[in-house]
């Protein structure tokens, strides 16, 4: 299609600017990294705002709003929309961690780094950790989190490979939900193998890829950091693009880690929920209200007073804000029965579709056609933040519950639509369509009813 052809061409092109004008890209990192510091650093160190308080007004506040309010959300967004862009040229932990490295040890990378759970684990510890310290209410938590996430990325650059990231390529929190974000991207690197190895005098030096990527064999953009260093290269790698759905239905159980799926059902769906929610959650009260019963029967009553530090549980008596030990462990078992309850449930119906479509391997594929949903649900709960703070300064922003049911619905369509799509490519009868599907319709529908209690159930 000529469109299709002018459009890819003008991606080639971009592709290549991205790799010639590299000094470009670098000044645009290390913008990025005094930009995050400030953000991070500077309201850490001024006093709280007190209840007047308002962003324009107070330093706090907009470093705030700016950070949770417009930075993470459309990190998320960019991921969807470009790969993992971010990653490649705007991270600045990744500029960070690459640039130590340079001065480094360059120690070979031992087998325990290279765990492939490194990334679910920090993303629902860091989650879990977030909530009790309130992690988007108070700056000198998010220096904690986010600043001393930043440090242990510089100081995997200085003991690990020289010139890498190998923090963003096994250790990074977020890595595992932008992997799985950025294969709905509708723009990625392509690599053509087999011009690769015809073409084996390359006119271009070998580029260094950051992540340690083998690009001969690169498919896909979930791994891809889309850092442009390697566009052109041997004439068989450009920037494309592509459907949206074109990865995930592409995906076999062979392309797919467990980790990717564990993350994903019981991380970005189950545990996110639950960290998002319990702050407006009847049930969440109920729990602790139950808890706070018998504690008091059995005389427990240390468990009720709020003396721990900010950094354990969120402390500001000041503000009136102050969590007791009994807070903490209800988040801690709200957020684990979340995640554990949502994730087995959503597992067992995949399971059951996979098993009804005569092919138990399609489980982990099929897992994948939830990837919009799980990424609209993270959307959906940090812009709850965006929404919040705007509302403080006194707009009403009624079009938002309007705005987040069609998000919510377009999400489950999508992944409906890829379930569907999927099962297709199994040639199978229509009752077994039909019975797959419908599992899958259950699994989108308790995702989507755990959001509408949220936003409209309990609101």
């Not at 592709?15 to 930009?35: C, P």
């Not at 993303?123 to 998010?142: E, H, K, M, R």
């Not at 969440?284 to 900010?310: R, S, Y």
Request: glycine content about 8%.
């Amino acid at each position: 299609m000529p469109e299709l052809t002018w459009r890819n061409r003008w991606l080639q092109r971009l592709g290549d600017g991205m790799r010639r004008h590299g000094a470009v890209i670098r000044a645009v990192q290390w913008f990025v990294v005094l930009f995050y510091a400030l953000l991070l650093v500077v309201p850490a160190l001024l006093p709280l705002p007190d209840s007047q308080a308002r962003m324009l007004d107070n330093l706090t506040l907009f470093a705030q709003f700016l950070f949770w309010g417009i930075w993470w959300p459309f990190v998320l967004l960019s991921i969807v929309l470009f790969g993992r862009l971010w990653c490649g040229v705007l991270c600045p932990e990744g500029s960070l961690s690459e640039w130590a490295s340079q001065y480094g040890k360059g120690m070979g990378v031992p087998r325990w780094v290279r765990w492939g759970g490194w990334p679910t684990l920090a993303f629902c510890l860091t989650t879990l950790y977030g909530q009790l310290i309130s992690v988007y209410d108070y700056a000198q938590a998010a220096l904690l989190i986010l600043g001393g996430s930043t440090v242990a990325a510089v100081v995997v650059g200085l003991l690990f490979a020289r010139g890498k990231r190998i923090w963003c390529r096994y250790l990074c929190p977020v890595s595992g939900v932008f992997a799985l974000l950025a294969r709905l991207a509708p723009v990625h690197f392509q690599v053509d193998e087999q011009l690769w190895v015809q073409n084996s005098a390359p006119r271009l030096p070998p580029p260094n890829c950051a992540p340690l990527l083998d690009i001969r064999r690169l498919r896909g953009a979930s791994d891809c950091h889309a850092c442009g260093r390697c566009s052109g290269q041997r004439g068989a790698v450009q920037l494309i693009a592509r459907s949206s759905n074109q990865e995930i239905l592409d995906s076999t159980a062979q392309s797919v880690s467990v980790w990717d799926v564990r993350l994903l059902l019981f991380g970005v769906i189950g545990l996110a929920m639950g960290a998002f929610q319990w702050t407006v959650s009847p049930w969440f009260i109920t729990l602790k209200q139950g808890l706070a019963q018998w504690l008091v029967e059995h005389n427990h009553l240390w468990a009720l007073q709020d003396n721990a530090p900010w950094w354990l549980l969120t402390h500001y008596p000041q503000l009136n804000d102050s969590f007791s030990w009994l807070d903490g462990f209800s988040i801690i078992a709200y957020l684990g029965l979340s995640s554990l309850v949502l994730g087995t449930a959503l597992l067992l119906l995949l399971r059951l579709a996979a098993s009804l479509a005569g092919d138990r391997t399609l489980y982990w594929p099929l897992a994948l056609t939830l990837t919009p949903l799980g990424g609209a649900g993270l959307f959906l709960g940090l812009s709850a933040t965006t929404v919040k703070l705007l509302r403080y300064e006194g707009l009403l922003l009624e079009w938002i519950q309007p705005a987040r049911a069609a998000l919510l619905l377009a999400a489950m369509a999508w992944s409906l639509l890829l379930g569907h799509k999927r099962l297709r490519r199994q040639n199978l009868t229509m009752p077994k369509l039909l019975t797959a599907g419908t599992c899958l319709i259950l699994a989108s529908g308790l995702i989507g009813y755990g959001w509408w209690l949220q936003f409209w159930g309990w609101a």
